[in-house]
């Protein structure tokens, strides 16, 4: 039996948002391993809710995936709001950190994770963006795969282009399965082989979520709702191809009790568990 190996904040984690805290201040469920935050959401805050967040992260192993790094902006890095990433996570000891592979500002701020174009322009300007960024956390950081609804110049497609980016900037991936889902549907590409396409040593940790179908060839990632059988399937198939990672469960809004939110960490840990214990799991670095 081979055992994935893993990094050190857990296999199994919960997107915390504020309208959890009352629940997971009183009991933060067994099937948590570590929890999530937006770090723009909790840098500035003072006051209970600092006192709040501070006693969870004393508590549990935290991870931050960022909003609005906006690495592929034709603005100039936002340097400042790094080195404040540096110091947060050191107060609240961070286990690691993500950002999306997109952009959301240029002359201003758009407030929407928009998809950088898929040509060799764009991985020239990206890539020494990211490591910018881990020169100065002084870390390996990943990026997401994002959803996206519109590809303008495209010279490459999206997993060349994801690939590229990962090998040149030499950064983890955060491998979100049910954005490869949407985008195979809104796009037209096969889900698998997109999902066999990405290099397995690379994978950091995953994330699954709900969508909302707006019609049978357009899908909108909403974290609104819960993860259906297809992208339960994919990341079953993620696990196959590329062995075990942490996988962490995003809900945005129409957010349930905890204890609905457990039913589906539960099915995670029947999928890892699946392949931990048997003779199917690889081995990653």
């Known amino acids: 039996m081979t055992q994935t190996k893993s990094i ?13 805290l009352n ?89 929407d994770l928009m998809p950088i174009p898929f040509t060799q322009d764009a991985i020239a300007h990206v890539v020494p963006r990211i490591k910018q960024v881990q020169d100065i956390l002084e870390q390996q950081i990943a990026i997401e795969n994002v959803s996206y609804y519109g590809a303008p110049g495209q010279q490459l497609s999206e997993l060349e282009f ?16 049910n ?11 096969n889900a698998q082989a997109f999902l066999t396409g990405l290099p397995s040593e690379r994978i950091a940790y995953g994330h699954v979520a709900g969508h909302y179908n707006e019609a049978d060839d357009l899908i909108v990632d909403t974290h609104g709702a819960d993860v259906i059988d297809p992208v339960w399937k994919l990341l079953d198939k993620a696990y196959e191809v590329h062995g075990v990672f942490p996988t ?16 589906e960490l539960d099915i995670i840990h029947g999928l890892q568990a699946k392949y931990l214990n048997s003779s199917v799991s690889k081995q990653r670095a």
Not at 170 to 175: S, T
Not at 179 to 188: F, L, P
């Open 8 to 20: 050190d904040f857990g296999m199994v984690g919960l997107g915390l948002r504020r309208e959890m």
């Open 23 to 111: 629940e997971l201040l009183e009991h933060v469920p067994n099937q948590v391993d570590f929890l999530e935050v937006a770090p723009e959401n909790w840098l500035k805050l003072g006051g209970r809710f600092k006192k709040q967040f501070k006693t969870l992260t004393d508590a549990n192993n935290f991870v931050c995936h960022g909003l609005s790094l906006s690495i592929g902006s034709p603005e100039p890095l936002d340097v400042e709001f790094v080195k404040s990433l540096k110091v947060f996570f050191k107060e609240h000891n961070i286990k690691f950190f993500s950002e999306h592979l997109s952009y959301c500002s240029g002359a201003g701020h758009m407030y």
């Open 162 to 177: 994801t690939n590229t980016i990962l090998e040149q900037a030499d950064c983890k991936l955060l491998l979100d399965v």
């Open 179 to 189: 954005n490869i889902y949407v985008n195979s549907i809104n796009h037209g590409y």
């Open 248 to 263: 962490l469960l995003e809900r945005d809004f129409n957010i349930p009790t905890m204890n609905v939110l457990t039913k």
